[in-house]
């Protein structure tokens, strides 16, 4: 049996061509039409804590197709090594139709899904973008918002983005274009934005509430670390709070986690997913109070970029 098998430099080959942000908002249509299936993230811990797989399902019926992403965490004695790879399987036939390194395609995916958050959840008016963070998600995340809206600034801040590179920071200004610039400062960063961008690796709270202004639109990403968060617990309490799925989010993000275990957030609180977001089948926000979006890397988002990544090499 055949089954194309693609490394990191076949898939960088053809990228440019997919239309990630579109596959990614079609696939949470489908999510929330049920042509689709989400289960939980299941995690497989190493013995003597030595590292983890964890491993990202699902089922996207009406596109005729399953995935499997597996992605490793293996401590090492001075580091760790992460990779990633997704299987597609047939769901007419069963069999194997892919085999993909996934390593760029988890960023990409991640970026364009936190894209149609913004697309539903920020407000009209929103013309102020802050992003918190440097690397290679940074990177792609503005590459995906500064399509969404005409951004009058976008305001870039890490701990260590003054150690960035001057072709590292050309690349950021080729994807955010003359309005980006990297603040000194977190508080200069956030200062007045209506959508504010965590796209870090932090384990704990990046942000809190003494840090925004007014109700904008925050958005966060999951790292390996265990129980990462990029915002305090507390903060959900007095945010509307949406998430990429509302069946598996809550008991894998690390603030929802931690703010249930508290008392002071429960998961019946969450207002909307990206599925009931895409179908209009759920409330947008008031904008009365700051907005929290959640992406914990879904399944089917892997599924879906490796599915579009394999018809366009197959044209």
Not at 90 to 98: K, M, N, R
Request: glycine residues 8%; charged residues 20%.
């Amino acid at each position: 049996m055949a089954v194309l098998t693609l490394n990191e430099n076949d898939v960088l080959k053809v990228l440019p061509s997919v239309d990630v942000f579109s596959t990614i908002e079609a696939m949470f249509a489908a999510l929330g039409k049920g042509e689709a299936l989400q289960p939980k993230q299941v995690q497989t811990l190493f013995p003597g804590g030595k590292g983890d797989f964890i491993n990202y399902s699902g089922v996207w019926m009406s596109a005729g197709v399953y995935g499997l992403k597996t992605s490793p965490y293996i401590i090492h004695e001075n580091g760790y090594t992460v990779t990633a790879w997704t299987l597609l399987m047939s769901t007419e036939t069963g069999e194997p139709i892919l085999l993909v390194d996934s390593s760029c395609l988890t960023v990409e995916r991640t970026a364009a899904t936190t894209a149609v958050a913004v697309k539903y959840l920020a407000q009209p008016k929103a013309t102020r973008l802050a992003v918190i963070g440097s690397g290679a998600q940074a990177l792609a995340h503005i590459r995906y918002v500064n399509k969404l809206r005409a951004w009058d600034s976008i305001r870039v801040w890490s701990l260590n983005s003054h150690e960035l590179t001057q072709d590292k920071r050309e690349e950021f200004i080729k994807a955010g274009g003359e309005k980006l610039s990297f603040a000194a400062t977190k508080e200069e960063a956030l200062q007045g934005a209506d959508v504010i961008l965590l796209c870090t690796s932090a384990a704990a709270s990046v942000i809190e509430q003494k840090d925004i202004e007014g109700a904008p639109l925050v958005t966060s990403i999951s790292t390996n670390a265990p129980c990462a968060h990029e915002i305090d617990p507390a903060m959900l309490s007095a945010m509307d709070v949406y998430c990429d799925c509302a069946e598996t989010t809550a008991g894998v993000a690390g603030e929802m986690k931690l703010a249930i275990e508290q008392g002071q957030w429960s998961p019946d609180q969450v207002k909307g997913d990206l599925g009931s977001l895409v179908n209009g089948a759920c409330a947008k926000p008031a904008y009365d109070k700051p907005v929290f979006f959640r992406s914990i890397g879904q399944g089917l988002e892997d599924v879906a970029v490796a599915l579009a990544v394999m018809k366009e090499i197959q044209k």
